[in-house]
């Protein structure tokens, strides 16, 4: 039986993943799954898909399987979901009396297609949903940005609103669709309006049927995709679901409005009322239909004076056979609700009609405005509907709205444009179409594949010209290129911390932190296996000479080099003869000087004026394929410990596509090193002397690990061109001394970091340290590092790291070529462990009876190994030498292995000194995840921090434990997966441990954190089962299911998702929002307020996406 089923044509063009027809069938092991490895992963993919009876996930046995009345957008017909139905025809999630549920927060995906251009949206089950939208990031709001907690207030009275005016038989009513003050609360509900809200991949839709007065109200929100110019759109319908007819005036839109004026987010947050003396609404053609919501001036107190010449647009079209009309829209706040400012009632309607503020006059300046469409003295026959569509946009030139308007007049237009945004995100999903026994489970992997994109990019193919490149990787043709698009930040209504951006542009795409974009492309290639080692590349490019990698990671740039092949291009693109001789030469300047995206590169175009004479997707390819193209990142802040830990798992999918790429990708590609310009300070500047949290004493604390570096600042102006009074590509890529790029091969470059990183564990030689100023993959754990702490996850994935480097050796006996300081520095780790043989500890070493005092021969070691480390940074803080020596591939192996089995006897201390905490004795036989350690010895070296605090020189430490964590027993299991017996005994163990949450079936990140030292990091100030204290992270319970079945361990993992312990297996009404979608966080059972038990929080966009995709790929 055939279970899972993706079929695509013509997916925005043939470089989507999945554009090309793929059909999985479920074979046996010994048989291959169309060119993907067999073995146990595809074992474990057979075995999720084909278990769903097993689970109870039969039509008769799901409530999602119950018949349903198709929920129409338009039409006369009363459609709603029948009672516990979890998904509509569309199969959208469905969620019944939403606004009378537990709060969420949630967002339409910003995407547009290619060729369109995305705005943000973010909605609530509150009021009528949308909460804010706007352009590019929350500094260019329509509707202002609020955290979670405002945004669930204020969207019902701030957001859009809808007044009807209402006669029928004589009788006169005035009623407001989606009122808080209706909703039902569970108390005297009969005469209260029914509510649903259907959540879908690409819209959202809210529904209100009122049989008191016999009105039903529909509103559907979208992104309009691929088009010129961005809109925010909102597709409204009304309908008389009485018997007789009714005559109907309403006001429709957004209560409070902002205007275009520059990056406003901090301005109207902290200089609100100020800032309104800005504002004022004009009218473009001064037509009530086309108002434009603008500040006269950027505000600012500079010499310099910007006029605003955009605006935002407000532009609402009649639906109808001849969509030709536009509506009037009310743009004055006190015109309908008088002077009641908090919007809560519209006291004007009870005396004025919509006809009244219509013929009356209005005013927009110095004040926030409303934006309200306006439709008078409507009468509608029992069964009649009728609707309009509003959209929201901005534009850089008002006169542009002329265009805009030409465009969206047509009959049936919106309604196009509401199915083409459906079909895209279809389309970018069908790579995944599950067919199983749930239909919930089917769309739930859709939607994780989704998020997933949105999360580390969509990988789209570009520089096919003709048929030579068609079908052929990046590693099969130069010109064949990856670009990422429709990704971004994290950042939403409760990620507020987090500053999102979304590119306004064709291929629109935003940055992303490091550890985000790399595990969220883990399985690229298996999706689209033409990006052949694209991602690795990449991502090995940007590991420094210190072994330590940048925090965002930004889209792809490309550049001509060759003015040549920029003129040929611009031949065909423009043309040659004299009229177009100017647009000719602007178009070669923009391809050869500099780099550009493919959106910017059309913005630029778009800007100019200039007219391609052949289609888009031709151009695009064509500049592309005679492109060269430059990853790009940026410093941030500190150094993540755990930000290399994916580089093996993009290897592995790598492999899986192609086992015989190994030695091509390992020893033929050249890479250069990244140059960063923060450096890390040496202990002897780190290590500082304080006092204690209670002053009663003082300690030693790792304090100002990485600065940044003012002299790798003056170094990066040397690369400075004069010409564009810009630094340099090449500035941000370690040089060697005659100024050239210092490149080595993959392999190498994995080599470095694992040597570093083997030099950089901890006193006892358990954990990998966290002195980069970050902590690893756990980053509420930020106070670890102060505390001079180490974690054993990343101990276990250098494991990995090297263990793969020795069978790369082995397998190909080719030696290492190698910087000469890495040779000198590699050459000291190995005399200290030479030295440390000779003391003889380690052979008569006792596990059972460890001190928690670190020994002394072990400090030494330690000590040593840490100075060569420090000392190899210094030489490389601005160039490699460029001299380079080799290591044979026997002599690697040895030393390698040699390394693994220090590595290994760690990871035994780790297991005996053991965790502790409340409860936790410290004998679980589960792997811990932190460590602490406390100088107990020092001496003053006579420096001091930049508070003027003094540092000091470690002579002697004590470890210190902590609770249990999931991340330890998790990345532990990738050292055992074959070894049943141990992956066995550590999933009871774990099972049996304070990390399980036995009324919820599930995982919680850490075990309970009473009586922990408030220094440790910031999940210390949350409550218990909350955020990172002891609640349920989804991304790591999915990635300890995950381990469960590279493990073998097929049945557990089920069982543990029979039980509820994944999505969508979970009750809906407990989870509290849609199945479909997985958040971050969970609400453990350690939360004091029970009611919360079990509620998702922190929506979408997690590394959750990819763990799950890795089980269902799988990878």
């Known amino acids: ?106 967002f339409l995906p910003g995407v547009a297609g290619i060729f369109g251009k995305p705005m943000w949206s973010f909605f609530v089950n509150r009021g009528q949903g949308i909460a804010s939208f706007g352009v590019e990031s929350k500094n260019y709001p329509l509707m202002k940005f609020d955290s979670a907690n405002l945004a669930y207030q204020n969207t019902p009275f701030l957001g859009f609103r809808t007044f009807i005016q209402g006669s029928r038989g004589g009788e006169d009513f005035l009623t407001e669709p989606f009122s808080p003050s209706n909703a039902k609360d569970g108390y005297d509900d009969d005469d209260k309006p029914n509510r649903y809200m259907y959540v879908g991949l690409a819209d959202m839709e809210i529904q209100e049927i009122d049989d008191v007065n016999e009105i039903e109200t529909k509103a559907t929100y979208f992104i309009l995709p691929e088009e010129n110019f961005g809109a925010f759109v909102r597709k409204a319908s009304f309908t008389n679901i009485g018997d007789t007819p009714v005559t109907l005036s309403l006001l429709d839109g957004l209560a409070k409005m902002e205007p275009k004026g520059g990056p406003l987010d901090w301005m109207l947050n902290n200089l609100g009322r100020t800032l309104e003396g800005w504002f004022e609404v004009d009218h473009f053609e001064s037509n009530p239909a086309y108002p434009i919501y603008k500040m006269s001036s950027e505000p600012s107190d500079s010499a310099s004076v910007t006029i605003e010449e955009g605006g935002n647009f407000v532009l609402s079209v009649l639906e109808g056979d001849d969509s030709t009309s536009f509506l009037p829209i009310v743009f004055d706040p006190t015109k309908v609700f008088g002077q009641g400012s908090s919007l809560v009632s519209p006291r004007e309607l009870t005396v004025k009609s919509v006809g009244d503020i219509l013929n009356g006059p209005q005013y927009g300046f110095a004040t926030t405005s409303c934006a309200l469409t306006a439709l008078n003295e409507v009468t509608l026959a029992a069964g009649e509907s009728i609707g309009f569509t509003t959209y929201f946009g901005a534009v850089d030139k008002v006169d542009q709205v002329a265009d805009i308007v030409d465009s969206i007049k047509g009959a049936g237009y919106a309604q196009a444009k509401l199915d083409r945004t459906r079909e895209i995100m279809d389309e970018l999903s069908a790579g995944v179409t599950t067919e199983t026994g749930s239909h919930l489970f089917n769309g739930h992997v859709k939607q994780m594949y989704i998020d997933n994109g949105l999360r580390g990019g969509v990988p789209i193919m570009l520089g096919d010209v003709d048929e030579t490149t068609l079908g052929k990787s990046t590693d099969e043709d130069p010109r064949v290129k990856v670009f990422h698009t429709f990704s971004r930040i994290h950042g939403d209504l409760e990620r507020d911390y987090n500053w999102f951006n979304i590119d306004m542009t ?33 991502f090995l490019s940007f590991i420094q000479a210190d072994a330590y990698e940048p925090l965002t990671v930004e889209a792809i740039a490309f550049k001509i080099d060759d003015k040549a092949k920029a003129m040929a291009i611009c031949d065909e693109a423009v043309g040659t003869g004299l009229e177009v001789l100017g647009h000719y030469n602007q178009l070669v300047d923009i391809l050869t000087n500099g780099f550009v995206r493919p959106g910017q590169l059309f913005q630029l175009i778009d800007q100019l004026g200039i007219e391609l004479i052949v289609d888009k997707w031709k151009f695009i390819n064509t500049v592309i394929a005679a492109a060269e193209y430059i990853p790009i990142a940026q410093f941030g802040e500190g150094y993540w410990a755990d930000h290399w830990d994916y580089y093996i798992d993009l290897i592995k999918a790598f492999l899986m596509v192609f086992p015989d790429g190994e030695e091509k990708l390992m020893y033929e590609h050249e890479l250069k090193y990244f140059f960063s310009p923060a450096s ?222 220090q590595i290994n006897l760690g990871i035994e201390r780790a297991f005996k000194i053991g965790s502790q905490g409340d409860g936790d004795s410290g004998h679980t036989g589960i792997s811990p995840c932190y460590f602490s350690y406390d100088v107990t010895k020092w001496e003053e070296n006579g420096g001091t921090d930049a508070d003027g605090r003094p540092t000091v020189n470690a002579l002697a430490m004590t470890v210190g434990s902590f609770p249990l964590f999931l991340e330890g027993p998790t990345r532990y299991m990738k050292t055992i997966e074959g070894d049943l017996e141990k992956m066995d005994d550590t999933y009871s163990k774990v099972l049996g441990s304070g990390l399980r949450d036995t009324e919820l079936n599930m995982y919680f990140i850490s075990a309970s954190l009473k009586g922990q030292n408030p220094s440790m990091g910031r999940m210390m100030g949350f409550s218990p089962g909350w955020l990172e204290n002891q609640s349920i992270w989804v991304h790591m319970s999915y990635k300890y299911y995950l381990q469960l079945i590279r493990g073998g361990m097929y049945e557990k993992l089920f069982d543990e998702m029979k039980a509820g312990g994944m999505l969508p297996f979970m009750d809906p009404d407990v989870y509290g929002r849609s199945l479909m979608e997985c958040s971050s966080f969970i609400a453990s059972s350690a939360f004091p307020d029970p009611s919360r038990h079990g509620e998702g929080f922190l929506a979408r966009l997690s590394g959750s996406t990819a763990e799950f995709l890795s089980i269902h790929a799988p990878c």
């Open 1 to 106: 039986m055939t279970y899972q089923k993706a079929e695509v044509e013509g997916l925005i063009g043939s470089g989507v993943p999945g554009g090309n027809v793929r059909e999985v069938s479920l074979q046996p092991v010994s048989s291959s799954n169309n060119g993907l490895p067999t073995g146990k992963f595809a074992v474990a993919a057979v075995f999720l898909l084909s278990t769903m009876a097993y689970m109870g996930a039969s039509p008769s046995a799901s409530p999602a399987n119950v018949p349903v009345a198709s929920v129409a957008i338009e039409g006369a017909s009363v459609d709603t979901p029948t009672k516990g139905k979890l998904f509509d025809s569309l199969d959208r999630y469905v969620l019944e009396d939403y606004d009378n549920k537990k709060a969420f927060s949630d």
């Open 506 to 538: 064709y291929f629109s795409q935003g940055p992303g932190n490091y550890r985000d974009i790399a595990q969220n492309r883990r399985n690229d290639v298996i999706f689209q296996p033409r990006l052949g080692s694209f991602d690795i590349l990449e």
């Open 680 to 901: 890390v300070n040496p202990r002897s500047k780190k290590y500082v002397l304080d006092y204690t949290f209670d002053y009663k004493g003082k300690h030693v604390e790792q304090l100002g690990a990485t600065y940044w570096d003012q002299s790798k600042l003056d170094a990066q102006k040397g690369y400075l061109d004069k010409a564009t009074g810009r630094i340099g590509e090449a500035a941000n890529w370690q040089s060697q001394e005659d100024g050239a790029a210092f490149t080595s091969t993959p392999i190498v470059k994995l080599f470095l970091l694992g040597s570093i990183k083997f030099a950089t564990r901890d006193a006892y030689g358990m954990g990998v340290e966290y002195e980069g100023g970050k902590p690893g993959w756990n980053d509420a754990m930020n106070g670890l590092v102060g505390m001079i702490g180490s974690g054993m996850p990343e101990t276990y994935e250098l494991h990995q790291l090297l263990s793969y480097v020795l069978s790369v050796v082995e397998k190909f006996d080719r030696g290492l070529v190698i910087p000469a300081e890495l040779g000198v520095m590699i050459g000291k780790v190995n005399d200290a462990l030479d030295t440390l043989d000779a003391t003889g500890y380690e052979a008569s070493e006792d596990l059972d009876s460890l001190s928690r005092a670190v020994p002394a021969d072990l400090f030494t070691y330690w000590d040593t190994v840490a100075t060569a480390r420090e000392t190899y940074r210094t030489q490389t803080k601005y160039s490699f030498s460029g001299v380079t020596v080799e290591i044979s591939g026997e002599d690697a192996a040895a030393m390698i292995k040699r390394w693994i089995a």
